[in-house]
């Protein structure tokens, strides 16, 4: 499984900003796909998930910010960020899971900050 995500970029507190991650190979294995990030000096932590069948599960400290959705016939899931603080400045990874085994990204920045 081979994972590309795009989106990030830098934008001002309160901004918006869409990620997007298509997966390609053995797509038809993937269960869940989700968005983590790792700020600098932390630990890779969990953003959103969503499985195949359109259940969800956020962090605390993005929900009603943040909504994660996923279109299954183009293998790609999406992350809508609204409401931007400095605090969600990160690299964001895309992540797939495929039967019991994690494909990761190489990563999008995101950076807000005025």
């Known amino acids: 499984v081979q994972l590309q995500a795009s989106g990030g970029g830098l934008v001002q507190p309160g901004g918006s900003l869409r990620l997007s991650c298509t997966a390609s190979?053995?797509?038809?294995?993937?269960?869940?796909m989700g968005w983590y990030r790792q700020a600098p000096g932390t630990q890779r932590e969990l953003v959103a998930t969503?499985?195949?069948?359109?259940?969800?599960n956020y962090a605390d400290s993005v929900k009603g910010r943040l909504t994660i959705s996923r279109d299954n016939a183009k293998s790609t899931v999406y992350l809508q960020m609204t409401s931007l603080k400095p605090e969600d400045t990160a690299v964001y990874y895309c992540?797939?899971?495929?039967?019991?085994?994690?494909?990761w990204g190489k990563g999008t920045r995101v950076t807000v900050s005025s």
């Open positions: 992540n797939a899971r495929y039967f019991a085994m994690d494909f």
């Open positions: 190979g053995r797509v038809a294995g993937i269960n869940r």
């Open positions: 969503i499985d195949t069948g359109g259940s969800t």
